[in-house]
């Protein structure tokens, strides 16, 4: 059976289709993140519109993430039920409502609502539902296919904050968010068009039926317990960034085309991660990658730290975007390694509910303790332990090995 699986697997990583699943999550989730992560570039504007601190304003990017890893196990079991078109098309149509949604809004709680619960909901119905898709395509190719498709996330970080401030200067920011939900309901309905079920997942039979662990079993296992503890430890670490380094470049009087391009050169070096990371960890070890990677990613924070101006905020942005970019791109691959394809988008959703509270409590945390002490160096160093923590779990994942099924 193992033979028969692994000829299978050699066959489907040469069909062609697989490469448009791989391309039409790439769309998916560099919408789906640059929706995201765009709220950079709308930070100041909801600050001004609605006389709003830094914490209160953070709790929109983070109510939004927690959302969308919350239910991303939802979105995941769904997929699993019927589907990744179905369910990432309901998921971008979500987005564009809670886009328009916020253009309308009169007050900060209505753009809670709006931003983050709806854009947070339909962002779990496309994110986890696509990512998976890929992997169950693949044997041989899997961290090479989950780095291209996942590099999404990092173009769509790259360009889409960037083209959002560029619209805000010649036009009110309702208007540029009702274009940016235009784009999501017409590219994203194309791309999730697109995506299918890998026929080891629709079919039956010898050599054809999905193997692996369920749900529950996965849940079971000590290599899942401590990949969820390592997701959840850096959680705050990925999330913080994305929120707050913007309005650090502020502070030190840099321009606002610089600060917000920052999250762009995130964007920029989770690119590069991605695609190198996969090809890298296919010949390292994708689990021992993982560990190398953690540990990189709170090193990162010491140039934040010691920044007094552009330079090192650049090597920062690109540096914590190689290491963050790396990460997110192995996680499914290592889903998929360890316990199968049987569930994967379930696994792989249950798995990203780790970083909900990160996502939810980093940036308003971090923004109440800029408020309070009028600096970000106490929030560095609490991300740089949790660093180390989530470098340790990771390890102890990696010495568990692979679940058996």
Not at 109 to 137: C, E, M, N, R
Not at 186 to 202: C, I, Q, W, Y
Not at 226 to 235: C, G, N, Q, R
Not at 379 to 399: D, F, H, I
Request: proline share 3%; glycine share 14%.
């Amino acid at each position: 059976m193992a033979n028969t699986f692994e000829k299978y697997g050699d066959r489907m990583k040469e069909t062609p289709y697989a490469w448009v699943v791989v391309w039409a999550t790439f769309v998916c989730l560099a919408l789906i993140f640059g929706v995201s992560y765009s709220f950079a570039a709308f930070f100041e504007s909801f600050a001004t519109e609605f006389s709003a601190q830094r914490a209160d304003v953070s709790w929109i990017f983070g109510l939004s993430g927690f959302v969308y890893f919350v239910l991303g196990a939802g979105g995941g079991m769904l997929a699993d039920r019927f589907g990744p078109r179905i369910v990432c098309s309901a998921g971008m149509m979500f987005i564009a409502l809670g886009l328009l949604a916020t253009s309308w809004a009169s007050s900060l709680l209505a753009v809670y609502v709006s931003y983050g619960l709806l854009v947070g909901f339909g962002i779990a119905l496309v994110y986890t539902p696509s990512i998976a898709s890929v992997q169950p395509w693949f044997t041989t190719r899997r961290g090479l296919a989950g780095g291209i498709a996942s590099s999404g996330v990092g173009a769509g970080t790259l360009l889409v904050p960037v083209l959002v401030a560029m619209a805000i200067g010649p036009m009110p920011w309702r208007e540029a968010m009702q274009l940016l939900a235009l784009a999501v309901l017409v590219l994203g309905l194309l791309a999730a068009g697109l995506l299918k079920r890998a026929p080891s997942n629709t079919s039956s039979g010898a050599g054809g039926s999905a193997t692996g662990l369920s749900l529950r079993e996965t849940l079971r296992s000590p290599t899942f317990r401590w990949l969820y503890l390592a997701t959840v430890l850096a959680s705050p670490v990925m999330f913080i960034p994305f929120a707050h380094v913007s309005a650090s470049a502020r502070d030190l009087g840099l321009g606002e085309a610089f600060a917000v391009g920052l999250v762009g050169l995130i964007g920029v070096g989770s690119l590069v991660g991605r695609f190198a990371i996969g090809v890298v960890a296919d010949r390292l070890g994708r689990a021992q990658t993982l560990v190398l990677m953690q540990l990189s990613m709170g090193a990162s924070y010491l140039l934040w730290g010691a920044a007094g101006g552009q330079a090192l905020l650049l090597v920062f942005a690109l540096w914590f975007g190689l290491s963050y970019g790396s990460i997110v791109s192995l996680l499914p691959a290592i889903c998929m390694d360890y316990f199968g394809g049987r569930s994967v988008a379930s696994v792989v959703g249950t798995l990203y509910s780790g970083a909900a509270l990160g996502n939810l409590l980093g940036p308003v945390l971090a923004g109440a303790a800029f408020d309070f002490s009028g600096h970000y160096l106490g929030v560095m160093a609490v991300c740089g332990v949790l660093s180390l923590m989530a470098t340790w779990a990771s390890r102890q994942m990696k010495r568990c090995g692979q679940a058996r099924y």
